[in-house]
């Protein structure tokens, strides 16, 4: 059996352009949440912008979390437990209260207090800004997640 040029050419063409495609685009390996498959989860990742901090949005491998930047500075999973208490320092930004852990900084890590399901956006401070993130990401947050409490800041 024979094969003209062109009919090996084509699949051949084919196989380079989606392994030339496959190597421009990274997808970041995230572990989504316990309850990513929440409706309001889809409602908030669908609302997500396509640049924080002068990041684009790049692809991720699981279910209600995206990633900003090459490599990634900024993270989301929305699906983790509500928090209803914490002894952490609470902040608002774009009108969603924010618990903050600096337990890794200069690598922050924030989840919404108030919010069921809470969603969780972790930051690499020396590549992007927290507020920009955090006011990046609270209006596909106060789209999808309706508040249930704020946080009580104390003050000395």
Known sequence: MRFSPRAIALPLAAAALAWLLSGCSQTVSLDPA?????????????????????????????????????????????????????????????GVDWLVDPTNAPNYRFVTFGRNPAVEVMVDSKNASGVQALEGVAPAIRAGIPSDRACEIKKG
């Open 34 to 94: 316990a309850d990513s498959n929440n409706p309001r989860c889809a409602a908030v990742t669908v609302r997500l912008p396509d640049n924080i901090d002068g990041n684009q949005k790049v692809e991720t491998n699981a279910q209600a979390t995206a990633a900003w930047g090459t490599p990634s500075k900024v993270l989301l999973r929305c699906g983790l437990p509500e928090v209803k208490a914490s002894t952490l320092s609470c902040v608002t930004a774009g």
